[in-house]
């Protein structure tokens, strides 16, 4: 029988962490007669009083690159606290939460949808009241087209099920929370994404990505990633992250779901022949090409582990607050018409 891609991987990082990791199996999904785990690892400070920083991949289970680029972030922390005390510093102060292989049914036979077809991304009960592009948004018509997202009335799938429990218990509980989900297949640029997918009303902790976005280009300034609502992009029902944000906003956490969206046309357009391979499309299939993406983008996963263990240090006072959230509305709702508040 095939086994899932990357569980042995993971098995190896955990041993490799050793009693620094925590990991829970938060649910096991039926597939083909097997029960397919679905794991979390924890590491870092629990007391509630402090940040969370999480780390989710393989939410679309073709998109392997995403859940690669999880592992290749836990494998480096699991060989640096052997050796790096600042790091071991750095754990005391923050609450780290990975969720490398959301998906494991998905993964392993190389779908987006998990083993009952649904798309998790578009599985949450969220409806949007605006006009979202047909199929892509979300559709309920089949679970043999992309993007289904469940019958109607039906609780969620048991994956995004999972994801909401361990963000609502790890990352809304605290003062702060940031999470980076890592996806792959949109265009030719690297993008980070934040809520809304469902409608483009500003989100309302617009001043705190506005602060972050300068941060980060301020911190990487060699990279370059687009830093957008992911509405700009296209609208869609039943997203996961908005779902999440929606619920921390009830509950008055500053919660911040980020989603990275590697640019995987432009592995497309440099090697055309993986256009005729399915997981081709959504992954860098030669070698060093690989190499070249999980290297670029663990700077990024170590920038956000910073940027929510010193939260304090960067998110806007009371004074910047007005003009970062104009310089936001400008730069990423300019059909909305600027205003001061009074
Ligand atoms: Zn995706």
């Known amino acids: 029988m095939q086994s899932v891609p990357y569980l042995d991987q993971l098995a190896s990082i955990l041993d490799l962490g050793g009693k620094h990791f925590e990991t829970r199996t938060l649910c096991e999904v039926p597939c ?29 289970g073709l998109e392997r690159i995403g859940a690669e680029v999880v592992l290749a972030f836990l494998h480096s922390l699991a060989t640096r606290l052997k050796w790096d005390s ?26 987006r949808a998990n083993p009952n077809g ?26 043999r087209l992309p993007w289904f ?52 009303t500003p989100i309302q902790h617009l001043e705190e990505l506005h602060a972050l976005k300068n941060l980060l280009r301020e911190t990487l300034c060699h990279y370059r990633y687009i830093f957008e609502p992911q509405s700009s992009q296209y609208l869609a029902h039943g997203d996961l992250w908005d779902h999440l944000y929606l619920r921390a906003l009830g509950q008055g956490s500053l919660f911040l779901p980020l989603t990275l969206e590697m640019g995987s046309w432009a592995w497309v357009k440099k090697n055309p022949l993986q256009f005729f391979s399915r997981l081709g499309i959504f992954n860098p299939v030669i070698e060093h090409r690989q190499q070249r993406v999980l290297r670029r983008h663990l700077p990024l996963l170590e920038f956000f582990l910073r940027a929510a263990s010193s939260y304090r240090s960067w998110l806007p006072g009371l004074a910047e607050r007005e003009q970062h959230r104009l310089r936001a509305l400008s730069r990423w709702y300019p059909e909305l018409r600027m205003e001061p508040r009074s």
């Open 118 to 143: 649904v798309d998790l991304m578009r599985n949450a009960p969220v409806e949007s009241q605006e006009r979202v592009p047909w199929l892509i948004g979300g559709q309920r018509i089949s679970p």
């Open 32 to 60: 083909e007669g097997r029960r397919l785990p679905v794991q979390a690892v924890l590491l870092g400070n629990p007391d509630p009083a402090l940040p969370a920083v999480g780390f989710f991949g393989g939410v679309h």
């Open 86 to 111: 600042s790091l071991h510093r750095e754990l005391e102060s923050v609450r780290l939460v990975f969720m490398p292989l959301v998906n494991p049914g998905g993964i392993l036979f190389g779908t």
């Open 149 to 200: 997202r469940g019958p109607a009335g039906r609780p969620m799938e048991a994956e995004g099920l999972a994801v909401c429990e361990l963000v609502s218990r790890e990352c809304l509980a605290r003062p702060f929370s940031l999470t980076v989900d890592c996806h792959s297949g949109f265009g030719v640029n690297d993008r980070i994404w934040f809520p809304f997918a469902h409608t483009r």
